[in-house]
């Protein structure tokens, strides 16, 4: 009894750590988030803006969608523009700037990544508090703070990659198909977006 009042003693400052590291990326990432400026990787992330804003001008969800990028005959699709279409129908449904509702998608998808860094850590065999306490290093590490507001699926892909290795590894320890068709998708979804983080 007294090693459990003990144990939950020792995990109440890594508690109050994940939560200030949290507090601290929510606010970094959401700082100036109207500015209509993309700081750092300004090509890549006009280029996926670009490319949105000529799906919703030309109502074109097809794969073979514009990209007046590198000329004619203006459509040279790179990957599957599943980012993309998440943002044209996140501005078409809430009516805002394809700026914001590309942030908006790159955070939660970064905040959707965590619960499967989480369980990955469990897995490993780390306890509750300690995996808080990796979790907290991602969520104040600076990189993750860049691309979870920027206009790039870097967010998008990082959040199947990490579901797909927690359901692989569930799929390893359990055999059951419904784990291996989670890590499927999770996967083709990661591969698709963008195979080269996939691969990684």
């Known amino acids: 009894m007294n090693a459990m009042a003990e ?4 995990s109440v400052p ?4 994940f939560v200030a590291a949290l507090g601290v990326h929510c606010f970094l990432a959401t700082f100036n988030w109207r ?9 890549r992330q006009t280029q996926t803006a ?3 804003h000529y799906i919703e001008e030309e ?9 007046p990028i590198l000329g004619k005959p203006w459509s040279f699709p790179l990957e599957f523009p599943l980012y ?10 809430g009516g805002q700037p394809h700026t914001e509702a590309a942030r908006t998608v790159s ?3 970064f905040y959707l990544m965590l619960p499967a860094v989480y369980w990955l850590l469990g897995n490993a065999g780390l306890a509750p508090a300690r995996r808080l306490l990796a979790v907290s290093l991602i969520l104040t590490c600076p990189v993750y703070i860049f691309y979870s507001r920027a206009f790039l699926m870097e967010s998008m892909v990082l959040m199947f990659s990490a579901w797909f290795l927690a359901l692989f590894v569930r799929t390893m320890r359990e055999r059951r198909w419904y784990w ?19 691969l990684v």
């Open 7 to 10: 144990g939950r003693r020792s």
């Open 14 to 17: 890594l508690v109050l750590l």
């Open 35 to 43: 500015a209509g400026f993309l700081p750092g990787h300004e090509f």
């Open 50 to 52: 670009i490319i949105s």
């Open 59 to 67: 109502d074109n969800f097809s794969l073979r969608y514009p990209d």
């Open 84 to 93: 993309e279409w998440a943002v044209v129908f996140l501005s078409r449904a």
């Open 107 to 109: 955070l939660a998808c």
């Open 180 to 198: 291996l068709a989670g890590c499927a998708v999770a996967g083709s979804a990661s591969a698709l977006v963008k195979s080269t983080t996939f």
